[in-house]
């Protein structure tokens, strides 16, 4: 029975020779009420009393009911859901990038400073432009800041008629939404059967080109398909007087193949959280930069980075800008996700890319296109569209059906409903970090849904079968959403 005559070591006291004692564990008492004064609550904050653990399994399994691009497949086209590389994460979350401050003195952020300045240049080099602003948070913040550029040019040359933004039907619907914001009247061209614009609507629209500001396009289209007559649609409204806006959201598509500056644009935004990688969804952060020629730059935004003499400033002021459209340079850790992602993949990388997005979308499409209809023969590029016209007419199961039923094949359905030109569209864009056998799995389970809905078109209409909710109000569960059970 050793223990018995072990001495006791432990004491309330204080320290024994050679020894420390363990603190009692107590928060430091502050005296809210003398701090805050009125402003401190009278009682205890009403939070739930649970241990730690039981909070982490509630936060660990709710984000295991969510479907990520780390689940797998998730086809959601105009979004480009691509793989976020981790090395960018590594990247973005050096000391020297996530520690910094947005009012730190320019001559201590210079590393900083110098990877904008760089990205700038780079980002240039692969649209064509002259300039990059960082500013915009996101992709329809991108369309408004380059809209707010060409209206301070028509101005600044007196040249304030102008109001009409021209705006084809297979835009994406953030272009004629931003259009409006800031103040232009929207002017639709339809499309030709081909899946693009069409030039005699165009020319109709133009008109004698007196009230024209510009033309934004969507190119590739919703439709997914590359303007083959770009460079006419630049130049006939360049001629009229107006600039033309590329909405580079998909520039996915054409990245080191072909370059906006070069087709006849004046400004561009990109979406650097589907272009480059940079994280995406649950509403941001992500980034729209804009890039614009020349002719624009006495307008871009402040703050943007001037290198003078090795070193790196910040410019707060310049005669002709539009001013800020955010706060401070922009969503900073993003541009380092971006600049990484760039450095990484190289020229010959980027171009792999964009080879690799039309590929992938064009290889679904040819397996694809004999058991869903299509809306144009025309060659796709990064996406393309099916639809259920077919189904419906014969077996009454539609594209939510179809949507609803690849959930059960574990899948995150494509886009529907969209572009609003196609009736029961699907639009499916697979993006170049899906593997053959990824895709190979998707097209089985698009085949399997077609044949069911021949031979058991209920199982597809009460689809899906085996999630917690199954089909929502979608208005209603997007504005006034139930968290909790
Ligand atoms: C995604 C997208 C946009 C809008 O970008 P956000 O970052 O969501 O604001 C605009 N145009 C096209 C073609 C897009 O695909």
């Known amino acids: 029975m050793m223990y018995k005559d072990t001495p006791v070591i ?30 401190s609550r009278p009682g205890k904050a009403p939070l739930p009393n649970l241990a730690e653990i039981t909070v982490l399994r509630h936060y660990t399994n709710l984000s295991l009911k969510n479907y990520g691009v780390e689940n797998g497949t998730y086809p959601l086209g105009s979004c480009t859901m691509k793989y976020n590389p981790k090395i960018n994460e590594d990247a973005a979350s050096l000391t020297g990038f996530a520690q910094t401050h947005p009012l730190q003195p320019d001559s201590t952020i210079q590393g900083n400073l110098e990877l904008l300045w760089d990205l700038e240049k780079q980002l240039s080099f692969i649209c064509g432009m002259d300039r990059f602003t960082f500013q915009p948070a996101a992709g329809a913040h991108g369309e408004m800041t380059g809209l707010l550029l060409i209206k301070a040019y028509h101005e600044k040359r007196g040249d304030t008629d102008r109001n009409v933004m021209i705006v084809p039907d297979s835009a994406h619907g953030t272009n004629p939404a931003s259009a409006m914001m800031v103040g232009y009247k929207v002017r639709e061209v339809k499309s030709n059967e081909r899946g693009m614009v069409d030039l005699a609507a165009l020319k109709a629209a133009i008109g004698d080109g007196k009230d024209i500001a510009g033309l934004m396009l969507t190119n590739p289209s919703t439709l997914g398909i590359f303007d083959e007559n770009v460079i006419e649609i630049t130049k006939m409204v360049h001629e009229a007087g107006g600039l033309n806006y590329y909405d580079g959201a998909n520039l996915n598509a054409i990245m080191m193949q072909v370059r906006p500056g070069d087709m006849g644009f004046d400004v561009v935004h990109l979406n650097v959280h589907k272009t480059f990688s940079t994280p995406h969804g649950g509403g941001g952060p992500g980034a729209g930069p804009v890039g614009l020629k020349n002719i624009l730059a006495p307008f871009l935004p402040v703050p943007f980075v001037e290198k003078q003499d090795d070193q790196f400033r910040l410019v707060h002021e310049t005669e002709d800008t539009i001013g800020k459209v955010r706060g401070f340079i922009g969503s900073f850790g993003i541009f380092v996700r971006t600049y990484a992602y760039i450095l990484a993949n190289g020229q010959d990388g980027l171009k792999a890319v964009s080879e690799g997005a039309v590929a992938n979308s064009t290889y679904m499409f040819e397996k694809l296109k004999n058991d869903y209809k299509v809306p144009t023969s025309t060659k796709t590029m990064h996406e393309f569209i099916i639809t259920s016209e077919v189904l419906k007419s014969k077996y009454g199961v539609n594209t939510m059906d179809v949507a609803k039923r690849l959930i059960d094949y574990g899948f995150h359905p494509p886009t529907v409903y969209f572009p609003l030109i196609v009736p029961e569209a699907m639009m499916v864009e697979p993006t170049e970090t899906e593997t053959r056998e990824d895709l ?46």
């Open 10 to 39: 432990v004491t309330q006291k204080g320290e024994v020779e050679g020894q420390r004692m363990v603190p009692k564990a107590e928060l430091p008492h502050v005296d809210a009420a003398a701090y805050y004064g009125d402003a």
């Open 440 to 485: 190979d799995q998707l097209i089985d389970a698009f085949k399997k849904i077609a044949e069911e809905a021949a031979t058991e078109p209920d199982l597809v209409k009460g689809a899906p079968h085996n999630t917690p909710i199954a089909r929502p109000n979608e208005t209603q569960a997007a504005r006034n959403p139930v968290l909790k059970a």
